[in-house]
């Protein structure tokens, strides 16, 4: 008896080490070839964007340490991420990478971006960690990157990865053949606002391809770097149709639409300004909900097509992915005005 | 320069910043040209866009830059004077690092423009106060009230730099790094209100006690045995001269190498006395100013900030200036 | 004017002593010489005189009046001081320069008047400096620099002038220059406290004098009596011969032999 039990328990073993010795290797956005070793039990998330495609596939019970991006505190997390994930105190990090800190959480990946790989990669691969870079800038990248996590997350992962590049095939090949429809001296022009009333975005931002894809045009698509800052008079030059606020920062519809020198500009005259929803991801960043950000959009762009139902398709999206029920109030954000 | 003449070269210069503020009201990005604008504000039922345009957002924002230009460079005159040194910068005693930590903290915090104005205004009155307070006790020497000022600035500078360093690089760096850069986009009438009402009185009481200020060039000893308080008097013109620097960062931003610069181009034109100086500064200040500001909003479709402006233009100006100062006196003293 | 100095001590602050018990009368009218080694009190004891240190024990009065009792604004309207080291570091006109020794006449926002720009030109001219009152000070020789310097102590109104060391970098022509005019004032009635550490000056140019050492005054009297081998033995430890020339003029000249102490230092 005693033997039996001691070959089954060596048998059982000698199983589970052939299991663990399974890898996958994949390349990631900088054409390194990394090595994961299955299963993937403890991710540390310092790509502040990353950490949303864990949870969109499935993995975020997985996450040991999580930036997030725009939440630098836990005062600052909206109430529907700390909703989403309950562990959130413990889970958020800030600021540079603490090697010792991923170390003693036990990691066995690290997702870091081109700015915090270098910190970060050296010292975990000497203890045998694998970091993988990512960096989505454009709705390609964004269904790359939840297939390439897809393919290291395990079998549950992979499926969601695939279901979201379907999503996302369908809703921009939709918009795009309604886009075309319109000829492109009728697009609607439309403005970006940062955080600011002077700050818009420039040319060679996500936010000027999600209104591209949506069938918009972006008035400050010659604009280079980042967010730039300008001024009432050129806002006037560039007589936009639509005003689109980010859905992160302090600038209202209302600081618009209710301020005496906003008046002059088409797009207030016509109450064609709208301010972005957020439930917790930000829909103008590479995340997967900037699905929904193409659909919204094209809803404010084009009132009468209404090619999707946004607020069903939000309610749908946030339970599929995050697990997260849309209260009505957050359903209805979506709706355009 | 026979009294005819000089009276001639101030008519000009205080002209100059009149003239160019009010060009500079036809200027810009929006319209057809200098000729519509002109048409659209004096005639009636012409482009309403246009007139709402320069009399709302071009008008308050030429004039913030009359003032800011007048305030920083006259500061930096009687400051250059009550240093006895050519090289003092209206920066210098610590009020624009004060100021600047101010605003960014605001930003950080709130991001209501107004409470970055109050912020920067109240941190640089802060920084103006350490700095009398301990350099007082030191004896209120200007070497004294310098190397605090000194210490003052780096201890701001470094909460600026933590500042920096917690903000969220989406929302809040941005909005402080372009802050720190200067301009005056977000001039408006609502806002002007503080910035006139200090500058009025602030370049008021400069312009006043102006032939007084001379004294303050000489050393301690001799300008005590003409019978002046000097201790006094310095402070005084340290508080007037910071608050009018405090109010224009507060409004401005961070701009460079206006107090610098034009000081000393006004002195080339009409000579140290600060009866003159004074007025010579303020309107050279003014009218530089407005053309740089007019410069920054219509050149590019993004507005260029103010600071970078001035240190493309200060800092070769300041170098012709010194080698012209250097040749005239025959090589370096 | 009349200025006396009356049981003067002086210590800096968390110093030493400078000045022990000086007593000392100046005009009314002519120059009165301070003779003394380095480090012997005279500029502390022009500091004392022109009221810009406070003694820390005796008096210093004009015309009678105590300086305690003046606000500054009147004391400068009586003193005048051209200190040692004259800092300008922006280059000022004659006039203008002149014209800063109105200040005690200027009020606080306001600028010197008609009245004040007469005072400035009569005390450019009087010194005799009227062709140059719009050059720079840049471009004016030492003699001159110092000649402004006197004047603007008129302008003050100043009938009495204290001046530390005037011509200690001036050539001899410029000295020349500088103490005739300093002569033709003194004559005309103002009184003059001059610092120097050249003894052949006072016997030139001073009526009185006064020697100082280690802060305390040895001899004092008419210069031409005054001025004696003993008494600069007494004040720069050193032997001097005075000579007389052929045509009457005398001069102070230092003898080889070895000094006798080295002269003491009061920091």
């Keep these: 008896m005693k033997e039996t039990a001691w070959l ?91 090697v010792e800190d991923l170390a003693a959480q036990g990691t066995d990946l690290v997702l870091a971006d081109a700015a915090q790989y270098a910190a970060v990669a050296g010292p975990m691969s000497d203890l045998g960690v694998p970091t993988l870079i ?92 980042s967010w730039n800052t300008v001024n009432l008079e050129q806002v006037l030059v560039w007589s936009p149709d639509v005003i689109v606020i980010a859905p992160y920062g302090n600038v209202t519809v209302e600081s618009i639409t209710e301020s005496a020198d906003w008046q002059s500009v088409r797009a207030v005259r016509a109450r064609r300004v709208f301010k972005m929803p957020r439930v917790f991801g930000t829909m103008d960043t590479p995340l997967p909900e900037s699905l929904l950000g193409v659909e919204w959009l094209t809803a404010a762009l084009y009132p009468d097509r209404a090619l999707f139902d946004v607020r069903s398709d939000a309610i749908a999206f946030y339970q599929a992915y995050y697990g997260y029920a849309l209260s009505t109030e957050e359903a209805d954000a979506f709706l355009v005005p | 320069m026979t009294p005819a003449r000089r009276r001639a070269l101030s008519i000009a210069l205080l002209s100059l910043p009149v003239a160019l503020a009010f060009a500079a009201l036809f200027v810009g990005r929006y319209g057809n040209g200098v000729g519509a604008a002109f048409h659209s504000v004096f005639s009636a039922g012409a482009d309403e866009t246009l007139r709402a345009l320069i009399l709302r957002v071009r008008l308050p924002r030429t004039l913030a830059a009359l003032f800011v230009g007048a305030n920083l460079s006259v500061a930096g005159a009687v400051l250059q004077g009550l240093f006895r040194n050519p090289l003092v910068d209206s920066r210098i005693l610590g009020v624009s690092s004060g100021a600047a930590f101010g605003a960014c903290l605001a930003i950080l915090l709130t991001g209501s423009a107004l409470a970055v104005q109050v912020s920067a205004f109240a941190f640089a009155l802060l920084a103006v106060a350490v700095v009398l307070a301990v350099g007082w006790r030191l004896g209120a020497t200007p070497l004294a009230l310098l190397l605090v000022g000194i210490a003052v600035s780096a201890f701001f500078d470094a909460l600026l730099g933590l500042v920096k360093y917690v903000a969220d690089p989406l929302s809040k760096l941005p909005a402080i790094t372009y802050w720190l850069l200067g301009g005056l986009h977000a001039s408006r009438w609502s806002n002007l209100v503080p910035l006139v009402a200090i500058s009025g009185t602030g370049l008021g009481i400069l312009f006043l006690i102006r032939w007084r200020l001379n004294v303050l060039t000489l050393n301690d000893e001799e300008a005590a045995s003409l019978g002046v308080r000097v201790r006094a008097l310095r402070i005084s013109v340290v508080v007037v001269a910071s608050l009018l620097v405090a109010t224009s960062v507060a409004q401005a931003g961070m701009i460079g190498w206006i107090g610098l610069v034009i000081p000393h181009v006004a002195r080339a034109w009409v000579g140290s006395d600060h009866v003159h100086l004074v007025p010579a500064s303020a309107a050279l200040g003014g009218a530089v100013l407005v053309v740089l500001d007019t410069i920054a909003r219509t050149a590019l479709p993004g507005e260029i900030p103010l600071g970078i402006l001035t240190g493309l233009l200060g800092v070769p100006a300041f170098v012709l200036l010194l080698v012209g100062y250097v040749r005239a006196r025959g090589g370096t003293r | 004017m009349k200025l006396e100095a009356r049981d003067l001590s002086y210590a800096y602050p968390h110093g030493p002593p400078c000045l022990h018990g ?221 000579l007389t020339g052929l045509a009457g003029e005398r001069a102070v000249v230092p003898t080889r032999t070895a000094r006798q102490e080295p002269p003491s230092v009061s920091a």
């Design chain 1, 8 to 98: 089954v328990a060596t048998l059982v073993v000698a199983l589970a080490l052939a299991a663990a010795a399974q890898t996958v290797t994949v390349t990631d956005t900088t054409g390194h070839a990394v090595t994961v070793e299955q299963p993937v039990e403890r991710i540390a998330s310092a790509y502040g964007i990353g950490t949303y495609y864990v949870y969109a596939l499935g993995a975020g019970d997985r996450l040991v340490a999580a930036w997030f991006v725009g939440v630098k505190s836990a005062a600052q997390a909206p109430a529907s991420l700390r909703a989403m994930e309950p562990r959130l105190d413990t889970l958020l990090r800030a600021g540079d990478p603490n």
């Design chain 1, 134 to 225: 990512l960096g989505p800038e454009t709705a390609q990248g964004v269904v790359d990157t939840a297939l390439l996590l897809g393919a290291i997350l395990g079998e549950e992962a992979q499926a969601r990865a695939d279901a979201l590049a379907a999503e996302f095939t369908r809703v921009y090949g939709k918009a795009a053949v309604a886009a075309t429809a319109t000829p492109a001296g009728s697009r609607p022009r439309v403005l970006f606002l940062g955080t600011s009333l002077s700050s818009v975005a420039s040319g060679a931002m996500y936010q000027t391809q999600l209104i591209e894809a949506a069938g918009g045009v972006s008035v400050s698509a010659d604009l280079v770097g």
């Design chain 3, 22 to 242: 000086v007593s000392l009368a100046a005009g009314p009218e002519g120059v009165t010489f301070l003779l003394g080694a380095n480090g012997s009190g005279k500029s502390t004891l022009l500091a004392c005189l022109a009221g810009t240190r406070t003694p820390t024990a005796g008096d210093v009065r004009i015309d009678g009046i105590s300086l305690r009792s003046l606000i500054p604004r009147e004391r400068a309207k009586r003193i005048g001081v051209v200190p040692q080291f004259p800092d300008a570091a922006f280059a000022y006109s004659v006039e203008d320069t002149v014209g800063l020794g109105r200040a005690p006449y200027v009020g606080l926002f306001s600028r010197p008047g008609r009245e004040d720009r007469r005072v400035v030109e009569r005390a450019i001219e009087s010194v005799g400096l009227g062709r140059l009152r719009h050059r720079s000070m840049a471009h004016l020789s030492g003699g001159e620099r110092q000649l402004v310097w006197i004047a603007r102590g008129l302008a003050q109104g100043a009938g009495c002038l204290l001046l530390d060391e005037p011509t200690a970098h001036l050539d001899p022509c410029h000295e020349q220059d500088v103490f005739a005019a300093v002569g033709e004032l003194a004559a005309g009635g103002a009184t003059f406290v001059v610092a120097s550490h050249h003894p052949e000056t006072a016997l030139l140019y001073g009526t009185h004098v006064a020697f100082l050492r280690d802060g305390t005054v040895v001899r004092s009297g008419p210069a031409q009596e005054a001025i004696t081998p003993d008494a600069l033995l007494q004040a720069y430890g050193m032997e001097f011969a005075i």
